[in-house]
């Protein structure tokens, strides 16, 4: 499996003091030749650079200074978890809600602080949430290492440091090296279908279902192996069906390896096959991509089932949050009709409908629908699209992308009131679906 490293320095830090004067207290690394705070004496550093780098400590120093003559303080100086609990104060000065598991605890360290630190600290900190702020310390807190040895504590902002399986961490002083398993690169197979306008929308779906953006959006979402995920996509089989509801594509819940393409896409694709024109071509583009779209929509639905999201509130709308991730808004086809959508609907671009409270849309340009049929659009280009402005006539429809083969009825009806803001400014009606 594919692996990727990641580093990152903590978000606050300290050093063990029983490793005092043998490791630096700002970088970590083995001191050579001691550099001591010239005020407290309590923190030592292997340069003048780290000394000054450390402004943390300028909170801390006048009352590590106290505390360090004071038998009953310097006791506190001596407590690990207390001199992170409480440059962790200083660095947020903000938590969150109560619990109690470490209320105990923190309320604890709560009243060292303040024989530590003063009255006058203790007044800027939000003392209803020391609490959380402790608990959550305590449960994200990682031992930094110095050749396998632990000489202090970090608490690290990147996600999963240490949760995932056969995970690797090493350190270079306080810089945390993070080995972990990339999510699979997962393409579906060219053998998924016989059709040759399918086989170019596979081809299209692969080129953002492989990319970096999202096997990272997927990382932490979804834990079934590798392996597994490999051979559930290796046996995708994409067909046409026939579909009453007018659904542009679905998947089966109760079929994990088929996704289907609504057959009016085929009946149009073979009415205009033939013809040479440049409008005829346009749209013969248009539909194959806008199908790649599609198996991108029906991919996250298929990825959920298999991480075993069936009835699984998670698994609502994965559809439409991939899409959104990927083009930061919702996929619609626009069609030409007089009358229902049928296979005579001629299909004039593709829309990205903005899922904020504007719900603005807008048009990909022909010219990056073109470069995506041909492959000649360069990789990093796929999560750049261009667009165009576009107008149409009052026969206009927007058609949304797809649905499930079992439906929300509430979600169902929430996107049938999706293009009432923009009829008006661009004679576009939701399609009957």
């Given amino acids: 499996m594919a692996e990727e490293i990641i580093t990152s320095v903590p978000f606050v830090y300290c050093l063990k003091y029983a490793k005092k004067r043998i490791f630096c207290d700002f970088c970590f690394k083995k001191i050579i030749r001691a550099c001591h705070c010239p005020v407290c004496g309590t923190m030592h550093y292997c340069n003048t650079t780290c000394e000054k780098n450390d402004t943390i400590h300028r909170f801390e120093c006048d009352h590590f200074l106290k505390a360090s003559g004071d038998y009953n303080l310097k006791k506190y ?11 962790t104060l200083i660095k947020t000065n903000n938590v969150s809600q109560n619990r109690n598991f470490y209320q105990s605890m923190a309320k604890k360290y709560e009243n060292e602080i303040r024989m530590l630190m003063g009255t006058e600290f203790m007044s800027s900190i939000n003392l209803d949430l020391m609490v959380p702020n402790f608990d959550k310390m ?12 632990a000489i202090g504590f970090g608490i690290y902002l990147q996600n999963s440091f240490d949760s995932l399986e056969n995970a690797s961490n090493n350190f270079d002083g306080i810089r945390i090296i993070y080995k972990r398993s990339l999510f699979p690169a997962l393409r579906f197979s060219e053998s998924a279908t016989n059709d040759s306008h399918i086989k170019i929308a596979i081809r299209i779906a692969n080129r953002y279902l492989e990319s970096r953006n999202v096997r990272n959006f997927y990382q932490e979402k979804i834990k079934v192996k590798s392996e597994v995920l490999k051979q559930k996509i290796s046996e995708v089989k994409i067909v046409y069906e026939e579909q009453q509801k007018d659904f542009l594509a679905w998947t089966d819940r109760h079929v994990d390896n088929r996704i289907y393409i609504n057959r009016k896409l085929e009946k149009r694709l073979e009415a205009i096959s033939y013809l040479k024109d440049i409008s005829s071509q346009k749209e013969k583009e248009i539909i194959t991509v806008f199908i790649g779209f599609l198996l991108i929509h029906e991919f996250a639905n ?35 009709t007089k009358s229902k959508w049928n296979e005579d609907s001629r299909y004039l671009g593709i829309g990205i409908r903005d899922t904020s409270q ?6 990909l340009s022909y010219d990056y629908i073109k470069e995506i049929f041909t492959d000649n659009l360069p990789f990093g280009s796929y999560f750049s699209p261009k667009f165009e402005v576009k107008e149409f006539g009052d026969d206009v429809f927007a058609l949304r992308e797809s649905d499930e083969f079992e439906t929300n009825s509430d979600i169902e009806e929430n996107l049938d009131d999706i293009f009432d803001d923009y009829e008006d400014a661009y004679n576009i009606q939701t399609c009957g679906t």
């Fill in 138 to 149: 305590m449960a994200n807190k990682i031992e930094i290492k110095n050749e396998k040895e």
């Fill in 77 to 87: 100086l001596e407590d690990d978890v207390l001199r992170l609990f409480l440059r």
């Fill in 302 to 336: 298929l990825l959920y089932r298999w991480n075993g999201n069936l009835h699984s509130t998670e698994n609502k709308d994965v559809g439409y949050k991939l899409e959104n991730f990927i083009f930061d808004g919702n996929i619609r086809v626009i069609i030409s």
């Fill in 358 to 363: 504007s719900r603005k849309i807008q048009f």
